[in-house]
């Protein structure tokens, strides 16, 4: 065999979670998922009454100061221009059933007709679909799913699911960054938005991508994202299996990625394990 130096094995090449750690830790931080309001859902009324559109049931139209024209919702005007709607600047709107032109308001001044049982002045938002939305004024956006189960961290500025209250890592301002896989906003997101344990935020869906490419690191920190005890096992297992020639065991130097602690520990090719939370999630240094 030749000499050299043996390969440190990242927590990205390691062997998958087996299949049910996977859902006993997605059903445990599922509840730290940060759901921003305005996830694209079909509109549907059982009334013959105009509905809006994809994006939000409501009966009414904003007036777009920036371009001087009607959308149904800023989503709209979005995805059709070339730049965005500051929806703070939109002052006026026109009712759906008899297109009279007012200021922003629940009910049409005119016919009467509610706009929307969801209202909210400061985004300029209506919805008649029942979301248990709700505005938050730290983040300041209207998010989903009920204000009491929802709390607003100062420090990473974003709420955050209350079984999270003392027990997250804070990162400062962490929402208002770009989601490091796909790069688009987070904070504005109308996409589900999931708390790693190293406090990094990333879009569900790009987390789920992450692991179907056997990723389970923070592409920021490297800490596991995910419960990995199956996969350390596993690797346990394979260097009880291993047979190291004398030369080669030798003690190094290594820093783990999840806890932080620094250990010498003896070199093994198929991986360096943490002498302190014995995570193979590690990295050697001089």
Known sequence: MPRGRPPNRSVSTLPAPSEDEN??????????????????????????????????????????????????????????????????????????????????????????????????????????????????????????????????????DTCLHIDLKGKHHCVEKVSQGRCTVCLEDLHNSRESVRTLPCGHLLHKKCFKGLLRSKIYSCPLCCRSMIEMEGAWRELEQEIAETQMPSWMRRVVRISCRDCGQISNVIEHLVGLRCGACRSFNTRRIP
């Open 23 to 156: 859902v006993t830790q997605n059903a445990s931080t599922s509840a730290a998922d940060d759901s921003n309001l305005g996830a694209a859902e079909a509109a549907t009324d059982n009334d013959s009454m105009p509905s809006g559109c994809t994006h939000y049931v409501r009966r009414c139209a904003l007036v777009t100061p920036c371009c001087n024209k009607l959308y149904q919702c800023h989503v709209c005007h979005d995805d059709k221009e070339s730049h965005k709607l500051s929806r703070s600047t939109v002052n006026e709107i026109i009712c759906m059933l008899c297109n009279t032109k007012q200021a922003l308001g629940q009910s049409c001044i005119s016919c009467g007709t509610e706009f929307g049982k969801y209202f909210c002045a400061i985004c300029r938002l209506y919805d008649d679909t029942d979301k248990r939305q709700f505005h938050c004024e730290g983040c300041g956006i209207c998010r989903l799913h009920g204000r009491h189960n929802y709390f607003h961290c100062p420090t990473c």
